[in-house]
Structures are given as C-alpha cells and as structure tokens.
C-alpha cells in the first residue's frame, strides 16, 4: 500500500489529537421511520467506504510523523451491528439510545490502525431504527456528508432494494489528489503573494481577551470537558430584513451576522483589535467539488473597529476584512501558524473565537419507504466559542458552542439574545453605535 504526506489541517488535527487527548469524533445520526431493509443499508454503507478511499484510509507512523495509507476495497469491511432497544419500556428505551450514542461519541479511533469509520443500527420498534455513522473528522467535513456521502447513499440503497448494481460512476478524483495538488500549489508563486499578503494582514496581531461574561479562573476545572450547545431561530421578518440591508449595503448576510458579533465581541472585552476565524472550504476547484475528505481552511478574520463607529461603518470595515480573506483563502491556516509565527508554547491559540455560515443544506438521505430526521448532538469545537450560523429553507438558525467551564449557559444564552437584539437594531433607521 502506497504511502502520502497529510495535509496541513491533517497534520494540525493529528498533532492535537495525539498531544492533547483531544477527539476528533464526527458522528451523524437519523431516525429512520418505516420499513428499513437492514441488509440493504449495509450494502449501501460498504459501498460508499468501497468508492472514497479517505473512509478506509489509516495513519501509521512512519519515521516518528504521520502518513495516510489507503486500505484496499477488499480488505476495508464496514461492521454494522444491530442492538434491539424494542423490548424495554420507552422511557427506558429512549434513555438506553442516549447512552449507546453517547458511548460511540466518546469512542476513540486508532488512527495508525484504523478503521476511521464506523456504524450501528438501534432497533426501538417494528418500524422505528436510529443508524448511527461515525467518522474521525480527519477524513470529512460537511460537504463530504451532506453533498456527497448522503447523496450517494440514496441512490445505492434504492438500486439494492430493486435487486439492480450500483447506478453510480466510479469516483474521478480521491482525496490524495487533493493532497498532491495543495503540496505543489505551496511551492508556486501564488501562494508566496498570498502568505505576503496575510504577513502584512496579520502583523502584530493577538488573540481576542476573554468576554467579562467568562467565568473567573479559579472557578474553572483544570482540564476542559465536553461542549455545550445553545440554538437560536431569528424571527422570520428579521431574516428578511438583514437580507435586504446585505444587499443595499453591498453586503452578504454572513457579513452583517459577522459584523453584530464583532460589535459584541467588542462591547464584552473592550478590544478594538477583533480576531476570529472562519471556516472556509478549498473546493473551488472543481475536480474537488465531490471529493470525500477534509477539505477545510479555517480563514482569520480582523477587524479595527474605528473609534465610535456605527453598524454601518463597521460593517463596511467588516466587508474589506472579509474580502480579503476570501481573496487570499488557499495557504492553510496550520502553514499561516508556522510560518507567521503565531503560536508560541504555552500561549494562548491565536484565534479562539469562531464564526461561520454554513451554506450546504443539511438535507437527512431520502431513503426509499424511509423517513429520516437527523438527531443533533453536541459536536466538538476547540474553540472558546463557536458560532454556526445554518439557512434551512429561507430561515435562519445559529448554533452557539462553547466550553462550559468557561461559558455557561446563562452566559451563551445572553449572547444569543444579544445578538439577536443587535441586529434588530441595527436594521432600524436610526443609526446605532457599536
């Protein structure tokens, strides 16, 4: 079996994995309602590990660093066992699902060993299962799950259910691909201009203080737990209304939504210097667009906010930050780090603070005689506060992760609410300081 270098992010993600005792778990999960055909969506399941070599690939060590080795389709089975939950009372039932999902969550992968993915069925009922796939999120993101994988997965499972092969062509590029062309990009001409670029960007710049809300030091454990999360739908109008203004302003939604957290970021620490990130994709080119993989960039973002400045005027600070980043968005963030200088030992990570919007529909498998809800469960962050902004059909929800020794939840429940009460404001026609 051939061996290849991992990516920056890659190599970022196992480092922390193996230092830290960091997990970097990746689990979906639905509740699948009708007539499940179980032998039928384990089929389905081991064909999609069959077609993408980054869900049977493992990373051995090899000369004390890291190296991705694809794992023959022959040689990489996919397990999926079944437990019957059926026959206990449905409180109970329901309870026992939990831990089961908890329990996987917390499972480790042995990356050098793998498998890096895994699956089980939980049977509550004659016609009610929840099919829980798992992960290590070193080989998928969102795109991987929600517009290819899923995707894929219907089609392959309504094929096996009228007795036909799979309808789908084989995969034109691997993720390896991907991880030849960002090696050689790093050597060429444009990726000096585009590190020239964030040398100058990012000069002199220091990670965001605590907000006031965070708890006192001394009441924090000494080792961080699991995250919390905290949901927030905007009033339709409001959503309606932040658009509109986008577009006069010359704006995204992304940029106003970004722009109300920087002036709260702002009002909670009293910086004028405001760094966060964003997570970005490399899947602009289209031999990539399909590829199952990790394929993120995470994209600092700084603001100065000028000295009493209204929404508007931030937000036109806001657009120029965010523009520049897009423009200049394919170095890695890990080669930033290394190159820049910007983590030290012992210091605090240089962007600690995450906003981001994401754009793919999180759109369940339609599987044939199936309805399928997806169970949300607290996802990892490494950041002290992680905030997803997510559009469903025209409306909008954000998502607020967070350290809970370090925010609690009255505290993240009161920047959502904030939050919210900024961009009502700022959507008036009075013009309102920051």
Known sequence: MAEFQLTHAQQGMWFLERFSGTSFVDPMTFRLVGDLDADALRWSLRELVGRHEALRTRFPVTGGRPAQEVVPADRAGLAVP???????????????????????????????????????????????????????????????????????????????????????????????????????????????RELAYWRRELEGVTPLPELALARPREDRPARRGPVATRWLTFPQPLYDGLREFAARERATPYMVLLTAFTSLLHRHTGAHDILVGTRAGFRGRPEFEHTVGFLVNLLPLRTRVPENADFRSLLHAVRRSTLGAYVHRTVPFERLVADLGLQRRGSRPVVNVCVSFQSTPEVPPALDGLEATLINHDPFSAFDLDLGFYEDDGSLRALLTHDPAQYDDEAAQSLLDDLQQVLTSALHPIATKV
């Open 82 to 192: 079944l437990t019957d939950l059926s026959e206990l009372p449905p409180e109970e039932r329901e309870s026992e699902l939990e831990r089961l999902l908890r329990e996987d969550q917390d499972a480790r992968f042995d990356l050098a060993r793998g498998p890096v993915v895994r699956a089980a069925l939980h049977r509550l009922g004659p016609r009610e299962h929840v099919v829980r796939i798992t992960t290590h999120h070193i080989v998928s993101d969102a795109v991987s799950w929600w517009s290819v994988l899923f995707r894929e997965l219907e089609r392959l499972y309504a094929a096996r259910l009228a007795g036909r092969p799979s309808p789908l062509e084989p995969v034109t590029t691997q993720y390896a691909a991907f991880v030849r062309w960002q090696r050689e990009w790093l050597e060429s001409p444009a990726a000096t």
